[in-house]
């Protein structure tokens, strides 16, 4: 009768110490995990473009040791956009209606080229919560309506990544900041909050001298080209400076040698040095040789030019004159080749 107590004794011992060893293994994972996480080379989609670029990222490390669930939460891309390019906008836009203490063409690519250091897989979303919040505040009138166009431009950036809509296309990021801005604007103007008749605006060509044209032209010419040529520097692409850094860098290195001028058209300037390094985003897919980003950049300058008088104030209005240029190089560069086929097949 001793033995078979003493049997059971032990049996119970040994299930009791293995439960131990069970419940204390998630934290000795946990500890294990942190222990051995270490840097590594991965890949990650750039989502201007969609193209594989390269990124330095901690592999095993926990996220603070939170339930799986809001681990799960937070590491979804759809949150973590959201959540950027609310804070991004918020940013700007406060920046430029309260004070104005640093320049949105300032802030804008500093947030962009911050986020492309520090996650450059977000580095997309940083720049469109950049351009969201650009809207001055007779468009954009209060937090409540950037929020309100902030938050329809979440959803068509999550409708231009699921459908890779106009991937590579110069200014894409700023047709959806445009398109959101003009849809919040239409709400806003339903409620009664601003006037409709105010909408695309009532400005002339007044002020457009022939220095601001030319000017005009030449930035966004220049700007452009100055973007495609850095990311064809070698050794660029293997530290993944992605489009929208590139761009952001550019911007934001001629606009602080312009702004200290105090030149009078300065804001015209450094407008359609925006408008340029928008173009220099396109992937080479779609613009595949300096001389493509130089007539793209010119056209921008048209582009520009041609709809001063509309849309004044409007958030995404640089971008989108950057895609349709794009889009007017592309069309016609399939025209020309179109019509160059026909002639050969002509001549044979």
């Given at each position: 009768m001793e033995d078979v107590q003493v049997e059971v004794a032990a049996a119970v011992a040994v299930s009791s110490s293995a439960h131990s060893m069970t419940t204390q293994s998630p934290r000795m994972e946990r500890s294990t995990a942190a222990s051995t996480s270490t840097p590594v080379l991965a890949e990650y989609t750039e989502r201007h473009n969609h193209e594989e670029l390269h990124i330095l990222k901690i592999a095993g490390a926990p996220l603070l040791n939170?339930?799986?669930?809001?681990?799960r939460a937070l590491l979804h891309p759809l949150f973590q956009d959201t959540a950027i390019i609310l804070i991004c906008a918020f940013l700007t836009w406060s920046n430029a209606t309260r004070?104005?203490?640093?320049?949105?063409?300032?802030?804008?690519?500093?947030?962009a080229l911050a986020a492309a250091t520090i996650l450059p897989q977000h580095s997309t979303s940083a720049a469109l919560g950049g351009y969201l919040g650009m809207g001055t505040a007779a468009v954009v009138t209060s937090f409540a309506w950037l929020a309100v166009t902030a938050l329809v431009g979440c959803a068509l950036w999550a409708t231009f990544i699921r459908l890779e809509l106009f991937a590579g296309f110069s200014g894409r990021l700023g047709v959806i900041a445009f398109v959101s801005c003009n849809i919040s604007y239409l709400l806003s103007a339903a409620v009664g909050n601003v006037r409709a008749s105010d909408y695309v605006g009532n400005a002339g060509w007044d002020y457009v001298t022939l220095e601001v044209g030319i000017l005009t032209v030449a930035a966004s010419t220049l700007t452009a080209i100055a973007t495609g040529a850095v990311r064809r520097m070698p050794g660029l692409a293997a530290t993944a400076l992605n489009p929208v850094a590139a761009g952001s860098a550019v911007a934001?290195?001629?606009?602080?040698?312009i702004l200290p001028t105090e030149y009078r058209d300065a804001a015209s300037v450094v407008a359609s040095i925006g408008e340029g390094s928008f173009v220099g985003m396109a992937s080479y897919a779609r613009l595949p040789s300096l001389g493509a980003f130089f007539l793209t950049g010119l056209l921008c300058g048209g582009v520009n030019l041609a709809l001063v008088p509309l849309f004044g104030g409007f958030a995404?209005?640089?971008?989108?004159?950057?895609?349709?240029?794009?889009?007017?190089?592309?069309?016609?560069a399939r025209l020309f080749r179109l019509l160059r086929q026909i002639v050969r097949s002509s001549r044979d």
């Open positions: 939170l339930p799986p669930s809001v681990t004070g104005e203490h640093i320049s949105a063409f300032l802030l804008a690519p500093s947030l934001l290195v001629l606009t602080l040698c995404g209005k640089a971008g989108f004159c950057a895609f349709l240029s794009c889009f007017l190089y592309v069309l016609g």
